[in-house]
Every structure is written in structure tokens, then in C-alpha cells.
T-cell receptor, first 112, second 113 residues
Framework: DAGVTQSPTHLIKTRGQHVTLRCSPI?????VSWYQQVLGQGPQFIFQ???????GRGNFPDRFSARQFPNYSSELNVNALLLGDSALYLC???????????FGQGTRLTVV | AQRVTQPEKLLSVFKGAPVELKCNYS??????LFWYVQYSRQRLQLLLR??SRESIKGFTADLNKGETSFHLKKPFAQEEDSAMYYC???????????????FGKGTLLTVNP
């Protein structure tokens, strides 16, 4: 099993642009969560999806949105990028949102 | 709001010495707490969860509800323990689910030979 996979691994965008980050959970896992990790800080919770429905949202502006597809993969979208959105974006999957959460390697987003 | 405090940003010990990574949390209920670890160039992974009461790689953590602490301990540190450690209770509105975690800022542990 390849584990949780995220794409792309690195990304450079300009202020004001839009970005889409992708996550494929471990086979059989139905829950996906997204976290933002700014340099020097711990990961901050953004969204959690289970069975294609949003189950939780962190303290992030509406510019951040996400969705989960029938195959349980997920996308995180960020509109009108700001310099402060530069961070490592982590995806985590778990079977039903209970038990261990498995993290991907992350997508490093740089906004210039 | 849920808060997690890891007071030490950096911790350096010698091989064979005991190590304790501190974690304090604010939570009104009875949380399930986790410690996650990130070794160099590897992904974040679960080290241990207090509810299982397991000892993983020689590490243990005891939940002290009176002090609202969940310190991570190991009696004899090894060089391979060098990593970033994050304490992570669940978000207080998550019903204890571990996919809505509130991470501390982390402690970078360096074990010197």
C-alpha cells in the first residue's frame, strides 16, 4: 500500500491566483482531513470529510474549500492566494475517523 | 478554544539519558490524547495514544487530568529518537475523533552520541 498520497509535492503560485491540492487516502479509508503547517508551527486543522460530507471546519476563511469524491479522494481549493497561505498542506486519512490517522508527505505551497 | 502548550521548542540530551517532552492542554472533558512524531524527511506518524496505554519505542505518556498534562517520557534516549514531537489532543468539538487534532508547536528532540 502506498499510503496517503498527495499531489503535487511542490507548487509556486502568485498572489491572487487559485490553487487545487489533491489527496488520495489509503485504500479502504473513508475519512480525509486537511491541515496547514506554517514554518515553525504545528499543523492547523482546516477540514475533515467523511463519506463525501464535511464533518468539520477549522478557523480558516471562506477562500478555503474542499470536497471529497466517491472514491474518497479529496481536493483542497484555495482562492485569491495571499502570501500568508505559503505553508505545507497535509492530508490525513483514517478508516472512519476513529483509530490512527495516517498522514501524507504534504504539498509545499509557496505564494510569491 | 482548545489550547496545547509544548513549552520546549528545542530539547537536547545525550544518548542513554532520560528524556521528558512536556505537553499541557486545555480541555473541559476527558480527552483522548496523542503524540505524533516526525523523523527527518519522513511523514508525520502516530507515536502513541494514551487510551491504548502502550509503550512504543520505549516511550510512555501518562495523562494527568489534575495538571492537564500528557508528558512523553523515555528512560534511556537513543540517537534514532531525534525527531520533532507533537502533542495532539482532539478538537474539543470533535467528540474525541482523532482526525480533528489540535497540534502543539512541537519539540525538536536531539539525542547526541
Amino acid at each position: 500500500d502506498a499510503g496517503v498520497t498527495q499531489s503535487p509535492t511542490h507548487l509556486i503560485k502568485t498572489r491572487g491566483q487559485h490553487v487545487t491540492l489533491r489527496c488520495s487516502p489509503i485504500s479502504g479509508h473513508k475519512s480525509v482531513s486537511w491541515y496547514q503547517q506554517v514554518l515553525g508551527q504545528g499543523p492547523q486543522f482546516i477540514f475533515q470529510y467523511y463519506e463525501k460530507e464535511e464533518r468539520g471546519r477549522g478557523n480558516f476563511p471562506d477562500r478555503f474549500s474542499a470536497r471529497q469524491f466517491p472514491n474518497y479522494s479529496s481536493e483542497l481549493n484555495v482562492n485569491a492566494l495571499l502570501l500568508g497561505d505559503s505553508a505545507l498542506y497535509l492530508c490525513a486519512s483514517s478508516y472512519q475517523g476513529i483509530g490512527e490517522a495516517f498522514f501524507g508527505q504534504g504539498t509545499r505551497l509557496t505564494v510569491v | 478554544a482548545q489550547r496545547v502548550t509544548q513549552p520546549e521548542k528545542l530539547l537536547s540530551v545525550f544518548k542513554g539519558a532520560p528524556v521528558e517532552l512536556k505537553c499541557n492542554y486545555s480541555y473541559s472533558g476527558s480527552p483522548e490524547l496523542f503524540w505524533y512524531v516526525q523523523y527527518s524527511r519522513q511523514r508525520l506518524q502516530l507515536l502513541l495514544r494514551h487510551i491504548s496505554r502502550e509503550s512504543i519505542k520505549g516511550f510512555t505518556a501518562d495523562l494527568n487530568k489534575g495538571e492537564t498534562s500528557f508528558h512523553l517520557k523515555k528512560p534511556f534516549a537513543q540517537e534514532e529518537d531525534s525527531a520533532m514531537y507533537y502533542c495532539a489532543p482532539p478538537n474539543e468539538n470533535s467528540g474525541g475523533s482523532n482526525y480533528k487534532l489540535t497540534f502543539g508547536k512541537g519539540t525538536l528532540l536531539t539525542v547526541n552520541p
